[in-house]
């Protein structure tokens, strides 16, 4: 998976930097030229040959008037990085399911950066939750279960819908948001007794 985030974001900045270049009528001789990096090194960033070392897409964002995330999007600035890593979850009650946000990324063929597009974040954030290193917040949970039309309890627990029935899920779906994981725990146990005794 490592490896697969490592070429997506490789070839997200390879497309950013084609773009970028071309609107702004440049070739790749004239960005070494800005920059001082060897015309081979740059043909490399450009094909998508290999991610550009950090100190190079500072100076490469440098010449073109860009922030360095609009090249690559998981650069992050060291001490940005750190305290991001710092801050907490803003529901640090939240289990968050990693696994199921990847395969529903997988299933749903779309790439990282649309799914942070159609959210309206940065996609280094998306990257985060798919690496654990972040859990989203309960609003951003909640835009990834209408993305993919599921339950945030899905996204949220993996105890909760891949051990109930489509009728329960149903039910379940029905019940406020706000409901801690103890009410929603014994309103799932009441659920299955009642349709079980149905049955």
């Known amino acids: ?3 697969k985030l490592k070429q997506s974001i490789i070839a997200i900045t ?19 030229a800005l920059t001082g990096i060897s015309i081979p090194s740059i043909n490399r ?3 998508g040959n290999g991610a550009i070392p950090q100190n190079n897409l500072v100076k490469i964002a440098k010449a ?8 690559d999007p998981s650069y992050q600035p060291t001490k940005d990085f750190l305290s991001q890593l710092a801050e907490k979850s803003d529901n ?3 289990k968050f399911r990693t696994d199921y946000l990847k395969q529903l990324i997988q299933t ?3 790439s990282v950066q649309e799914v942070a597009s159609r959210l309206n974040i940065k996609p280094i954030t998306v990257y985060k939750w798919l690496a654990g290193v972040n859990t989203p917040s309960k609003e951003n949970t909640a835009k990834l279960a209408d993305l993919f039309n599921v339950s945030v309890n899905s996204l949220a627990d993996a ?5 109930l029935t489509p009728q329960q899920s149903k039910i ?14 014994l309103i799932i146990s009441l659920i299955k007794s009642v349709l079980e005794n149905a049955n």
């Open 45 to 47: 960033y450009y094909l």
């Open 92 to 94: 640090p009650d939240l």
């Open 14 to 32: 390879s497309a950013n930097l084609k773009r970028i270049l071309y609107n702004q009528k440049l070739t790749q001789r004239d960005l070494a």
């Open 172 to 185: 379940l779906n029905a019940l406020p948001s706000d409901l801690t994981n103890q009410q929603t725990d």
């Open 159 to 163: 105890s909760k819908e891949i051990r």
């Open 64 to 71: 073109l008037h860009v922030a360095p995330d609009e090249l």
């Open 108 to 110: 749903s063929n779309l």
């Open 1 to 3: 998976m490592k490896d």
